[in-house]
T-cell receptor
């Protein structure tokens, strides 16, 4: 069966520091991969998605970036964190087709910027 | 552009009773899919149920069913025989064929099951 791992679970970082969140998927190949951010008490906002190695689509302009160095690895990064980057970050995967495939989420990373 | 609206920020239900969580959507795409997710306080997003726009029957998964009214553009989640463990945030989401790799989420409904 497929599993998704996301780490770390919790992170406290100072303003201006770099960021690297990692997500890996097991048990499937060539998944679609996603990064979402959730502000407290709010819905999910799609940040990036990827349909293959090296293919990244950005949905929201910001100081974050994403990379997919391997088929089942998705990384969210920042060179200099802002206070507004605080939130709950979720990685997800889905099969590319058919369209009724749900997205499956990792356990998330709670990021606090001080 | 597609939009999901959940008008109930919070809902309460007595244990063992049924509850309906509302979701309306807006899209001009004739082909779309609707999803419901549950988010407990621990944060993980759990997929519950899916309804396709061309599906003739309402989707059901155990105690979850989806009341799909296409003309009204609504896709309400019905939870039967509520349990204390059902207390969580519930999100409605939509995928359209035009953005086949993206989900648009509503703002969520916080459900509390009372003993």
């Amino acid at each position: 069966s497929q599993t998704i791992h996301q780490w770390p679970a919790t992170l406290v970082q100072p303003v201006g520091s770099p960021l690297s969140l990692e997500c890996t998927v097991e048990g499937t190949s060539n998944p679609n991969l996603y990064w979402y951010r959730q502000a407290a008490g709010r819905g999910l906002q799609l940040l990036f998605y990827s349909v293959g190695i090296g293919q990244i689509s950005s949905e929201v302009p910001q100081n974050l970036s994403a990379s997919r160095p391997q088929d089942r690895q998705f990384i969210l990064s920042s060179k200099k964190l802002l206070l507004s980057d605080s939130g709950f970050y979720l990685c997800a995967w889905s099969l590319g087709h058919p369209g009724n495939q749900p997205q499956h989420f990792g356990d998330g990373t709670r990021l606090s910027i001080l | 552009a597609q939009k999901i609206t959940q008008t109930q920020p919070g809902m309460f239900v007595q244990e063992k009773e049924a509850v309906t969580l509302d979701c309306t959507y807006d899209t001009s795409d004739p082909s779309y899919g609707l999803f419901w997710y549950k988010q407990p306080s621990s944060g993980e997003m759990i997929f519950l149920i899916y309804q396709g726009s061309y599906d003739q029957q309402n989707a059901t998964e155990g105690r979850y069913s989806l009341n799909f009214q296409k003309a009204r553009k609504s896709a309400n989640l019905v939870i039967s025989a509520s349990q204390l463990g059902d207390s969580a945030m519930y999100f409605c989401a939509m995928r359209t064929s035009g953005s086949a790799r993206q989900l648009t989420f509503g703002s969520g409904t916080q459900l509390t099951v009372l003993p």
